[in-house]
């Protein structure tokens, strides 16, 4: 890929694999540095670092961390136009995999989807790194994978549903997104207790596989829906900042699946499985704690933003039966919980 690299991340996984990372590309003749993420992955993060890339003549960028540092590793090797590497040492988005960055304000608010021609050039994960990490991580990757095939089948049910690309939703995205929720619904309890005790099991394994790159490849060639466009929709919310990206999706999930009109009986499973998986289900969970109509209004205003994903969906979407589900979703999630 060449042989100059730049390594981008926090200062708490700069501590974790600066060191190994640099001595690694010393051994392998590449000449490395690396440069301290700030957190956010906005436009003005994005150009600071590509500023950076050029001063160091870098042809490599890797994005070490969670989903924001490689969001924005990505956008710098797509502004400079050279090779990007994704290493994840969290299992906690499906960032990793995909050919996007989700770009936010520099206060956190949702802005764009930013698009690249092409997918990094390699995504390197060890389980080892991913077990040791705080748990909450890697149940956020599984909120973030379980909500896949849900948005994935949808948009594959719409007449209209596109994928990423613009263009129908394909057979192989169906079925890799399909693969995701199974592997997601058999290993994820199991995966959980292992990396609770910082182990690596098959389990394991297998989730880190469905958050990271059945995820990315099922949402990206299969499309996204609703779930996600309200997780967009509560970005909008400052109290929603806390919860992280797969919390937010974990309450988006059930709420599609109300607006879906899907049973009772299907809902109170999801919302059971995700509760012993640790996920939120009530919005308390995820910081709102007595969310006023104005502000449930606007998250769902902002979920039917023009052009968002929700237009996925095999229906007419209104706001109005957004926040409907959204609230409903969080009564279905309180009683489950009593
Ligand atoms: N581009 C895409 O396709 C895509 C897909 C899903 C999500 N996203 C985006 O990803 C972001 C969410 O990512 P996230 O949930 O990973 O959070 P994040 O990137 O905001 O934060 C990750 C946190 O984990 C810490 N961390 C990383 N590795 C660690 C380790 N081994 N031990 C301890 N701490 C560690 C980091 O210091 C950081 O604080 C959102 O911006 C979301 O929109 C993008
Ligand atoms: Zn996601």
């Known amino acids: 890929m060449g042989d100059s690299a730049l390594l981008i991340g926090d200062e708490v996984v700069l501590d974790l694999i600066e060191s190994t990372v640099l001595e690694a590309f010393e051994n392998a003749g590449i000449t490395a540095t690396s440069v301290t993420f700030n957190g956010e992955?906005?436009?003005?993060?994005?150009?600071?670092?590509?500023?950076?890339?050029?001063?160091?003549?870098?042809d490599i960028v890797v994005g070490a961390g969670g989903g924001k540092a490689i969001d924005t590793a990505k956008g710098v090797g797509d502004t400079l136009g050279i090779a990007t590497?994704?290493?994840?040492?969290?299992?906690?988005t499906d960032a990793p995999t995909s050919s996007l960055s989700v770009i936010y304000s520099e206060e956190g608010e949702f802005e764009e989807y930013r698009f690249y021609d092409s997918h990094p050039n390699l995504v390197l994960v060890d389980t080892e790194?991913?077990?040791?990490?705080?748990?909450s991580f890697f149940v956020s990757g599984v909120g973030d994978a379980l909500a896949t095939w849900f948005e994935a089948d949808a948009a594959y049910q719409a007449?209209?549903?596109?994928?990423?690309?613009?263009?129908?939703?394909?057979?192989?995205?169906h079925v890799l997104a399909k693969h995701c929720y199974e592997?997601?619904?058999?290993?994820?309890?199991?995966?959980i207790r292992a990396v609770e005790n910082d182990a690596v099991t098959?389990?394991?394994?297998?989730?880190?596989?469905?958050?990271?790159?059945?995820?990315?490849?099922?949402?990206?060639?299969?499309?996204?829906?609703?779930?996600?466009?309200i997780h967009n929709g509560l970005t909008q919310l400052e109290a929603t900042h806390g919860a992280s990206h797969g919390e937010k999706v974990s309450i988006g999930t059930i709420a599609q699946l109300v607006l879906e009109g899907r049973s009772t009986a299907?809902?109170?499973?999801?919302?059971?499985f995700s509760r012993e998986a640790g996920l939120p289900v009530t919005l308390a969970e995820i910081g709102l704690d007595d969310p006023s109509s104005d502000q449930l209004a606007r998250v769902a205003e902002a979920a039917c933003a023009e052009g968002e994903t929700i237009y996925n969906e095999p229906f007419e979407i209104e706001p109005s039966a957004v926040a409907d589900a959204i609230r409903t979703a969080d009564a279905i999630g309180h009683t489950t919980s009593e």
């Open 85 to 92: 590497v994704s290493m994840p040492t969290v299992a906690s």
């Open 159 to 173: 007449t209209d549903g596109e994928n990423f690309f613009g263009g129908r939703p394909t057979r192989g995205g």
């Open 202 to 229: 098959e389990s394991v394994e297998a989730v880190t596989e469905a958050n990271t790159l059945l995820s990315g490849l099922g949402f990206e060639n299969g499309g996204i829906a609703a779930a996600h466009s």
């Open 41 to 58: 992955a906005s436009t003005t993060e994005i150009e600071r670092i590509a500023d950076e890339a050029t001063d160091h003549n870098t």
């Open 129 to 135: 790194l991913i077990a040791a990490a705080p748990t």
């Open 266 to 272: 299907f809902i109170e499973e999801i919302v059971a």
């Open 183 to 191: 592997t997601v619904r058999k290993h994820a309890h199991s995966a």
